[in-house]
Each structure stands twice: as structure tokens, then as C-alpha cells.
């Protein structure tokens, strides 16, 4: 069972913490305990609160990123966590270098839960932030489904 989820973008201001808080109150609300955190491949905005734009787009739809603060993805989270979610090509390229040998944690593309879309654009630089949580809130009910339904071989 994927208990344990970790979503990584580039900087860990929008896309990242956005899915954090998107999966996050999907699970609370459908009583579906799980232990949920972001990073960042790059290091620009540790210790940052997420992107103001970002944070307002989502606050429009109930999602508070203010506690968030942006950290960089290590080597240690593939023993923290069992299921490793990159938001494009780019995340998942950097996670494969850093995953250890032995890892057994999963690791592909968020977007590989859902149809249309095979990854999640940056809105820092496309702006368009709604666009960006509207793809992140179907892929995380995806997501959630997934865990939720029952298989044989317990992988998410
Ligand atoms: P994110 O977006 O990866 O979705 O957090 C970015 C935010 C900032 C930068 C890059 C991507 N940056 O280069 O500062």
C-alpha cells in the first residue's frame, strides 16, 4: 500500500506543494490516511512559503499553501517514501540519477494516473496557474481512486 507519497517538481513553489495540498484534502475528506510531502529538484527557494500567485490560485479554491515551505528532494526520501511522483520528464530524469540502488519505491510522472496530458506544465512560466491545479485535481482523484481500489500485488 502507497501510504506514503512524495510530489517533486523544479522549485517546490507551485506545482509540487500545489499537489500536496490538492491529494491532502481529497484524503482528509474521504477519510483515506495518508502522509503526503513535496520537494524541489533545485535549491533557489528552500525555506520558501509557495509562489503568491500560485497560493492565491489556489486559496480561490480552498487550498491553503501558506504553511508550506520549499525543501530540495534527497536521496533519503526513497526510504521515506514508497510512491515518487515527478511533474515532468525533467523531475523524473534528476530522480532517477538520485534514486540509491535497492530503492523499492515507485517513481514515474504524476500525470501517468490520468489521460490527456503527460505532464504537468510549469505555471511559473506559462502562468496559468488555474490550468495548472485543474490538470493537479484530476490527476490526485486518479491518484486517490488508485489506492483506493483494491490489488492483488498492493502497488500503487
Ligand atoms: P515549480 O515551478 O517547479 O512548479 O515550483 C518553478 C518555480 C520556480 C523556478 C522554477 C520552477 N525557478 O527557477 O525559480
Redesign the pocket.
Known sequence: MADRILFV????????PSAEAVLRALALARGHALTIDSA?T?D??LGEPP?GPMQRAARARGYDLSALRARQVSAVDFERFDLILA?DADNLAHLERLRPPGSTAKLCLFTDYTEGADHVP???FTRDFDGCLDLIEVAARALLARLEAPRDDGQP
Open positions: 517538481c523544479l522549485g517546490n513553489i507551485c506545482r509540487s524541489g533545485g533557489w527557494h509562489y511533474m510549469d505555471p511559473y
